[in-house]
């Protein structure tokens, strides 16, 4: 356990080098002006945080306070500082931003942009919504906050997305459910016949940073019949709302498509999932025991009657 924590720990020392190395930071000046990196943090947070105490910093920054008080005296020397005393404690010195300070700091952050932009330049559409999507997760981790939700884009089947399917419905209904391997050759089996028959139907997936979250399909199963197929959304996506628009994506295909009638299979246990799927009108109409999978495990089939 201590061996894998300690390579773990050589891995984030190795992307750190390799990312102040791509950004600049081993100069010692920080984009191309007169200012360490720990005086431009300084700035920085006088600049967005407003008043501070000498002693606010220290703990913000996690700076030495005798550092921390050479970098004050340059920047009143400069005349990018002020002082005034606290109105609530006249022996407390609240420190801020001249206009000059202000000034000087907006450049360094417009220079920062302009460098972040140039390195997103070279990266393609989803390479960059990967990179901000995972420094979002190395964000959320480290400050145990919730990670934001990324945007959510469900597009049309792409090459590759297969593999996606089936090895997420695997681990997923694996972890959650117990279900064994045979399940995941079940769907293997399932997307294989779908694309050998000619794609008879259609598959989406949700993306979001670049990554896939999430799946659904209709496969044709007969005249005017679609059958709605491998419906997946990743643990972290659940309640984000994209269950219901998948949903709709798929039952405005069926209309399209003219089909007037829609069916699924799926087990009981799945509360969430069947609760969407009555939103629908799709209704439960048949039940049946199945230890293919699992030892008792009930499926159901729910059925939705599309008006025309």
């Not at 419906?231 to 798929?250: C, H, K, Y």
Request: hydrophobic fraction near 40%.
């Amino acid at each position: 356990m201590q061996d894998a924590i300690m390579q773990r720990a050589v891995t984030i020392r190795e992307f750190n080098r390799f990312y102040t190395n791509i950004i600049g930071l081993v100069n010692k000046t920080i984009l191309d002006s007169p200012y360490s990196l720990a005086e431009a943090r300084v700035l920085l947070e006088l600049l967005f945080g407003g008043r501070y105490t000498a002693t606010d910093l220290t703990r913000l920054l996690d700076i030495d306070p005798g550092y921390l008080s050479r970098i004050l005296r340059r920047f009143k020397r400069e005349k990018l500082l002020t002082t005034v005393r606290s109105p609530d404690d006249g022996r407390v010195q609240l420190l801020s931003l001249t206009d000059k300070g202000k000034s000087v700091m907006t450049a360094i952050s417009d220079a920062s942009t302009r460098q972040i932009v140039s390195i997103l330049s070279g990266l393609s559409v989803a390479d960059q919504q990967q990179l901000v999507g995972h420094m979002e997760a190395v964000k959320a981790i480290l400050s145990r906050q919730p990670q934001p939700q990324a945007e959510i884009v469900i597009r049309p089947y792409r090459a590759g997305d297969a593999g996606y399917i089936s090895h997420r419905h695997g681990v997923l209904y694996e972890q959650e459910y117990g279900l064994d391997k045979v399940f995941e050759q079940y769907v293997i089996a399932g997307l294989a016949k779908f694309f050998a028959g000619g794609a008879d139907g259609e598959i989406w997936v949700a993306e979001a940073a670049g990554q896939i979250v999430g799946s659904i399909a209709i496969v044709a199963a007969g005249p005017g019949t679609g059958q709605l197929r491998w419906f997946l959304i990743e643990p972290a996506f659940r309640g984000s709302g994209l269950g219901r628009r998948f949903m709709n994506v798929a039952i405005d295909y069926c209309r399209q498509r003219g089909f007037n009638h829609v069916f699924l299979w799926t087990f009981r246990g799945l509360d969430a999932a069947c609760h969407l799927y009555e939103s629908f009108g799709f209704r439960l109409t048949e039940e049946t025991e199945n230890t293919t999978w699992r030892d008792k495990l009930t499926e159901q089939r729910w059925d939705l009657t599309l008006a025309r």
